[in-house]
């Protein structure tokens, strides 16, 4: 006899994104970033970091949060048309957002860079939604078999023009040549302008991260006991490490490159925390200290987007010769510190305790903003 299905909204889906925003914060904002603990610092190249886990993290919980939000969409081939027309909406909302987080203070068509995280989060969860409203599981597990299989022949392979053999290198592999084809170096990621870490090739195997949330998702709402929820969860969690790690002795890890074996290693990470925080939270019922994580989870859009902001603005403005941003932490945290690393870290926090009241206040109020 099946057990009764599990609840409508994931309290532990909650937790999991406001934990993985309260790391991105810490990555994204170091006191200095000329002092970094590795792990908080993303691999030179091939590799994986715990600050390499956030991006995958976010779109796997993409494809996870889809099943909750759009199961009751797919009851018709009339409810799952319409449903389509608010997915694109959101999808060109979040490109959009993305577009105006990358010029903040700094507007300039000539520059403007295209790609970029939001960006391809919506390009992932637009194509996500719609796989999911029109596709059955199976043909699902098949797409992303062909994304990842395809995108390493692809990048292993085909050659590239006007640089010979396929190769992975960051300026000359297949998809920095299409970047500068399709987007012009000028509207590439500004640290290099010869290739960009969310290009439009490496998009095919991201969506293939969102795809595996998705199937976790559906899991998930299987109306099995819940331990057998878990189980399967955490087995395939394990696999994915296990054959990512496998891949990976032929086609590297890398998270600027999105290689399959990355889509398998992070995805099989995201699936064991996710299991071990469904049990946790959702299945024994344990809520103490859940909440400033959920308080970063359900605004997680407005995490992402204010911090941004909010860090070029105080690159932007100055105290002296000092940005604010380097104002406050040289004179304000930096000194109580003698470790340069330890300093930097403490910024990081600071930031993210700030972030963390900002959330909580609006949390505690109800406020929620969603594309």
Request: overall charge positive; glycine content about 12%; charged content about 10%.
């Amino acid at each position: 006899m099946l057990a009764p299905a599990p609840p409508a909204r994931l309290i532990s889906l909650d937790v999991f994104r406001g934990l993985t925003v309260a790391l991105m914060l810490l990555v994204n904002n170091p006191g200095d970033w000329g002092h970094i603990y590795p792990p908080l610092a993303h691999a030179d190249w091939n590799g994986c970091t715990l600050a390499d886990l956030v991006f995958p993290f976010f779109l796997f919980m993409v494809g996870v949060s889809t099943v909750y939000g759009l199961s009751g969409k797919r009851a018709t081939p009339a409810t799952r048309r319409a449903a389509l027309g608010p997915v694109l909406r959101r999808t060109a909302v979040l490109a959009g957002l993305g577009l105006l987080a990358s010029t903040w203070l700094d507007f300039d068509l000539a520059t403007l860079r295209i790609p970029g995280v939001l960006v391809r989060i919506a390009l992932v969860y637009g194509a996500t939604a719609a796989i999911f409203l029109l596709t059955a599981w199976r043909t699902q597990v098949a797409l992303i078999v062909g994304l990842l299989v395809g995108y390493a022949l692809l990048l292993q392979v085909v050659p590239v023009p006007g640089f010979g053999p396929a190769n992975l290198a960051p300026a000359t592999n297949l998809g920095a040549w299409l970047d500068r084809i399709v987007f012009g170096e000028a509207h590439l990621w500004k640290e290099s302008r010869t290739w960009d870490p969310e290009g439009l090739l490496g998009t095919l195997p991201a969506l293939g991260t969102g795809l595996l949330g998705l199937l976790a998702g559906q899991w998930l709402r299987w109306p099995a006991p819940a331990a057998r929820r878990t189980a399967g969860l955490l087995a395939a969690g394990t696999a994915g490490i296990a054959a990512g790690l496998l891949w990976h002795k032929g086609f590297p890890i890398n998270k600027s490159l999105w290689t399959s074996s990355y889509v398998l290693f992070t995805g099989g990470a995201a699936a064991l925390v996710l299991a071990a925080l469904h049990w946790w939270c959702d299945v024994r019922g344990h809520r103490r200290g859940a909440g400033p994580w959920r308080a970063l989870g359900v605004n997680a859009l407005a995490a992402f987007f204010g911090s941004s902001i909010v860090a070029r603005s105080l690159n932007r403005a100055h105290i002296g010769t000092l940005s604010v941003k380097d104002f406050l932490y040289q004179k304000g945290i930096a000194p109580w510190f003698t470790e340069p690393r330890m300093a930097s870290l403490a910024g990081a926090v600071a930031c993210l305790l700030v972030w963390l009241a900002v959330l909580g206040w609006l949390y505690r109020r109800g406020w929620v903003w969603k594309a």
